[in-house]
């Protein structure tokens, strides 16, 4: 009967110091991925700065409107930028970016109070100026996220 009961409880401690070793190892991990929360500044940026077809360096939302973007060209072919959509609010831009290249845009897309914070999807439609392709669409697969100065 004692050998039961030893196997017994070194089973339950052998168990216990595997869901506190999975629990350890979930918490790291809670800091690098997402579970399917909201997007982190940090993500944010990286995306932006680093995979997205169209780059977004910076940006800065203010209360008074005047918006400004930071943005390159990451395509293989120069564009030129006809509107850029940030939320709900989409703006003229009519500018071109040779490839590599680039550029700040101002213009009011926010209308966010000082010191909130906002959460915003931007989309850009542009022209292919090489193939003379009109009308194409870039959205980002992450929102810009950031507080209204």
């Known amino acids: ?31 690098f991925i997402s579970f399917g929360g909201e997007t982190s500044d940090k993500q944010s940026k990286i995306y932006w700065s680093g995979t997205a077809d169209i780059q977004l360096l910076e940006w800065v939302m203010r209360a008074d409107g005047a918006d400004q973007l930071v943005v390159r060209n990451n395509k ?36 966010c109070d000082k010191g909130a914070s906002y959460s915003y999807q931007v989309s850009f439609l542009y022209d292919n100026v090489e193939f003379s392709i009109p009308a194409l669409t870039f959205t980002g697969e992450k929102k810009i996220l950031g507080t209204c100065q």
């Open 1 to 31: 009967m004692d050998r039961k009961a030893q196997a017994s409880t070194e089973y339950l401690v052998i168990l216990a110091v595997v869901i506190v070793v999975a629990v350890v190892v979930a918490g790291l991990m809670g800091g």
């Open 76 to 111: 293989n072919f120069d564009l030129y930028l006809t509107n850029i959509t940030v939320g709900s609010s989409t703006q003229s831009v009519n500018t071109t970016l040779a490839v590599g290249e680039r550029k700040t845009v101002s213009a009011d897309w926010s209308s």
